[in-house]
C-alpha cells in the first residue's frame, strides 16, 4: 500500500515511525518548510530533520528534537563568545545543517539536500520538503510584533498572545518536486497528529494540494488535540486565539473540505458524533503514541481500517 503523510513536528515524526514498520507499507513523508530559519548562519529545517531523525533512529526521543546523546560544544563556544544563542543546535544537528546550506549554495535544490540527507542518516522512506521556495510562518502577536516561527515557538516559549498566523511567501511558492505526484499516487493520504494551523496549515496552503487532496478518495486525519488539549506545543492556544474551538471536531472542521475520515481519541467521548456531523466518518482509537509499540499499533489501525 502506497501511504502519503502530511507531516510536522513530533507528533508526526511518531507517527511516522509506525507507519514506516508497517509490512507492505511503501511511505512518503511530505514534511512542512515553513519553519525553516537560517540560525548561526546556517538553513535550519526543523519539521524535516524532526522526522528523519526519528525515522532513521537516532534521535532523542525524550527531548522530542534533535540527535540522541548529541553535544552542543559549537552552541557553547559562540555562547562564550557573547552571542545570543537562544537557539540549541547539537553538533551533530549543525553537521546536517551545514551540509543543507552547502548543497542549497551550490545550486542544488532544497528536495534533492534533503533526500540525500535522508539516504545518508538511514530513513526508511521518502522525505520530501513541501516546497523549494522559501515559506516563512509569521506570527503576529497581540502587541503588534512579527516573529518568526522560531521566534515564537524557541525563543519566546510560545507564550505571546497570538493575534494572526500568515505564511510569507506561500502566494509565490509551488510544491517540490513529487509532492503532488505522491499525493495523487497514494492508497491512502494520512494528515499526522500535527499542529493544524503552522504544520499542515502551509502544506495545504500550497497550490494544488488542497484541490489534489479533495480529489482523493482515501484522506484520513488524526486529531492532535485530545479531551481539548494539544499532547505537545501550543497547538491548542494557536486554534483558540484565531477562533477555531480546541477539540478535535475544531480540528476536523479545518480539513472537512477533503478529509474523509478522522481518526479521535477513544476518550474523546462527545467528539465522534460532532466529528459525524461535519460529514467526515469517525474512527476512535487510542491515538497517545506514548512509545514505538503505540506508534505502530495506531499506524496498524490507519493501514488496515
Known amino acids: ?178 509532492v503532488l505526484d505522491a499525493l495523487r499516487e497514494a492508497d491512502r493520504v494520512i494528515v499526522c497528529p500535527s499542529n493544524p494551523i503552522v504544520s499542515v496549515g502551509p502544506i495545504l496552503a500550497l497550490r494544488g494540494v488542497r484541490d489534489a487532496l479533495r480529489g482523493h478518495p482515501e484522506v484520513t486525519a488524526v486529531t492532535p488535540i485530545v479531551r481539548g488539549k494539544a499532547l505537545k506545543g501550543p497547538a491548542d492556544r494557536m486554534l483558540r486565539a484565531l477562533g477555531t474551538e480546541s477539540s478535535a471536531s475544531g480540528v476536523a472542521s479545518l480539513y472537512a473540505d477533503f478529509v474523509t475520515r478522522f481518526v479521535i481519541d477513544v476518550t474523546d467521548d462527545t467528539e465522534a458524533a460532532r466529528v459525524s456531523s461535519l460529514g467526515i466518518e469517525p474512527l476512535r482509537t487510542n491515538t497517545i503514541m506514548s512509545g514505538r509499540s503505540r506508534a505502530r499499533e495506531l499506524a496498524h489501525v490507519l493501514v488496515t481500517s
Open 1 to 178: 500500500m502506497k501511504i502519503t503523510a502530511l507531516a510536522g513536528g513530533v507528533g508526526a515524526a511518531k507517527l511516522l515511525v509506525g507507519l514506516a514498520a508497517v509490512d507492505d507499507v511503501q511511505l512518503t513523508a511530505v514534511v512542512n518548510t515553513a519553519d525553516d530559519a537560517v540560525i548561526y548562519g546556517v538553513h535550519v529545517s526543523p519539521d524535516v530533520d524532526i522526522c528523519t531523525y526519528w525515522l532513521a533512529g537516532i534521535a532523542d526521543e525524550d527531548r522530542g528534537w534533535g540527535i540522541l546523546d548529541d553535544t552542543f560544544n559549537v552552541v557553547d563556544a559562540l555562547r562564550a563568545l557573547g552571542e545570543d544563542t537562544w537557539f540549541s543546535l547539537g553538533d551533530r544537528d549543525f553537521a546536517t545543517c551545514i551540509l543543507r546550506t552547502r548543497r542549497l549554495a551550490e545550486g542544488v535544490p532544497l528536495h534533492a539536500a534533503t533526500d540525500e540527507i535522508a539516504h545518508r542518516l538511514g530513513a526508511p522512506c521518502r522525505v520530501i520538503p513541501m516546497s523549494n521556495d522559501p515559506v516563512r510562518t509569521i506570527v503576529t502577536t497581540a502587541d503588534g510584533r512579527s516573529l518568526e516561527f522560531q521566534e515564537y515557538f524557541v525563543k519566546e516559549r510560545s507564550q505571546p498572545d497570538i493575534a494572526q498566523v500568515f505564511f510569507s511567501g506561500i502566494a509565490d511558492a509551488d510544491p517540490a518536486p513529487g
